[in-house]
């Protein structure tokens, strides 16, 4: 017959409840620093002609939906486009054919790539900013 003595059960399980009860705050926290992290990328990464593009670079707020949470980097310049209000990014951002005023294609403008090349570097420190994220909570647990 084998016996075993265990303690630290009741400390263990304080330590689970107190990180079930602040990692949402945390991830919300955390959600929002790669969100200016990203805007930051981003910003460095869009050209400058007049200033508006890059003056429109905006963040939301955190918002829920069920166990989701959405964060959204977004930009408001707009540009006339046909006779219409159009969004200005991804015209920089992938690129646009040039057409002169009698519809001929006259020349091919390329993308900066700003938005698309700032994820994928904010996407390569997520793991290592969410487990630093993660033992700073069980530190304090």
Do not use: C
Not at 66 to 78: C, E, F, P, W
Not at 99 to 127: A, E, Q, W
């Amino acid at each position: 017959m084998i016996r075993m003595e265990m303690r630290g059960f009741k400390k263990y399980n304080e330590q689970l409840m107190f990180i079930k009860n602040n990692f949402p705050e945390e991830l919300e926290k955390f959600l929002l620093d790669l969100g200016k992290s990203l805007n930051r990328a981003v910003l460095k990464r869009t050209p400058v002609d007049d200033g508006e593009l890059k003056g429109a670079w905006k963040i939301s707020g955190i918002e829920r939906d069920g166990d989701t949470v959405y964060l959204m980097i977004y930009n408001t310049a707009t540009t006339t486009y046909e006779g219409r209000e159009v969004p200005l990014a991804p015209f920089v951002e992938f690129g646009h054919k040039i057409v002169d005023k009698s519809g001929n294609t006259v020349g091919k403008v390329d993308g900066y790539y700003m938005l698309t090349t700032s994820i994928k570097t904010i996407n390569r420190t997520i793991p290592r900013r969410l487990r630093k994220m993660f033992n700073e909570l069980v530190s304090r647990a």
